[in-house]
């Protein structure tokens, strides 16, 4: 029985002096872990903006890129550098080209009422031939995105672009939109010729686009009338250009007062996203062939430009 005991002891002592040389090994200055609280803070001064990138179809299409919301200068200045080849390639979308030459500086740039004047180096005009004219359709389009800019002055090292050195394509002083952008000519005489400016629609994977191509017909017909026709009857997939204007779509009427254009059409409900799609198509090329602000489709509203 005392045998018992003791060894019971004898345990017991044993548990306690383990119990003890544990407290003792374990570290009292424990590191305490911190969990980091990072804030992110989202700059709301960077919007997009729209720009007219080459795509790879080697058209001139609209898309967007983001910029600092800033004046007209600065946004002009950084929408040419978006522009130009190795100038800030990670604002340019993916499956589009900038097309101004690389190095190409801009040596000035000013604005007064609705003109834009840009005076760049003589590296604007080490370009392809065949890029030539689409270099310049790209900078016009892009700065008569921004807002109250109508019209562009292009100088090259102090002297007005008039003419374009590999083309010999001639080019009024100001340019506006009026020059047009991937030109198409469907003339079958010098008479009744209209220029109407058409915006079809092309895709990068999952991400719709517009193309804007420039017409010469010989129609005498209201250009929104042409437009509508052009994107239904007219319309020619084997240039890799898209609409969703279908036969069934027909324009009801048209009004245009105090630079606002309303236009009715018969019930043409696919789905929300394709209506959004074909009632931009129908807003941009309305925007481009009337000086308007804004366009109505149905009571849909939809504006000529980006703030």
């Not at 389009?141 to 050195?165: A, C, N, Q």
């Not at 017909?217 to 204007?245: A, G, Q, V, Y």
């Not at 309303?262 to 129908?282: P, R, S």
């Amino acid at each position: 029985m005392l045998k018992k005991i003791s060894i019971r002891k004898i345990c017991l002592s044993s548990l306690a002096l383990f119990a003890l040389l544990l407290i003792y090994l374990i570290p009292t200055n424990i590191p305490r872990l911190d969990v980091k609280e990072e804030l992110i803070y989202v700059d709301s001064s960077v919007i997009s903006a729209p720009i007219f990138l080459m795509d790879q179809n080697s058209y001139v299409a609209l898309t967007e890129t983001p910029v600092s919301d800033s004046n007209i200068e600065k946004r002009a200045r950084e929408l040419i550098k978006i522009l130009t080849v190795g100038g800030m390639d990670s604002k340019v979308p993916s499956g589009f080209s900038a097309i101004i030459p690389p190095d190409t500086e801009v040596l000035s740039l000013s604005y007064d009422h609705d003109v834009l004047k840009v005076d760049f180096s003589k590296d604007l005009l080490d370009i392809e031939k065949n890029l030539e004219e689409k270099m310049i359709e790209a900078i016009v389009y892009t700065l008569t995105s921004i807002d109250k800019v109508d019209k562009i002055i292009i100088y090259v090292e102090g002297d007005i672009l008039t003419k374009l050195p590999k083309t010999k394509i001639n080019l009024p002083s100001t340019l506006d939109r009026s020059f047009g952008i991937n030109k198409e000519f469907n003339l079958t005489s010098t008479r009744d010729i209209t220029d109407v400016t058409i915006y079809y629609i092309n895709q990068i994977n999952e991400n719709y686009y517009y193309v804007p191509v420039t017409k010469y017909l010989n129609d005498t017909r209201d250009k929104i009338d042409i437009i509508i026709d052009e994107l239904t009857i007219n319309f020619n997939p084997n240039k890799r250009l898209m609409s969703f204007m279908n036969d069934d779509v027909k324009l009801v009427s048209k009004g245009l007062k105090e630079k606002v254009m309303k236009l009715e059409f018969n019930t043409y409900l696919v789905n929300e996203e394709v209506d959004q799609i074909l009632n931009k198509t129908i807003s941009l090329s309305a925007c481009d062939n009337y000086d308007i602000n804004e366009v109505f489709l149905n009571d849909v509203q939809e504006s000529c430009k980006n703030t």
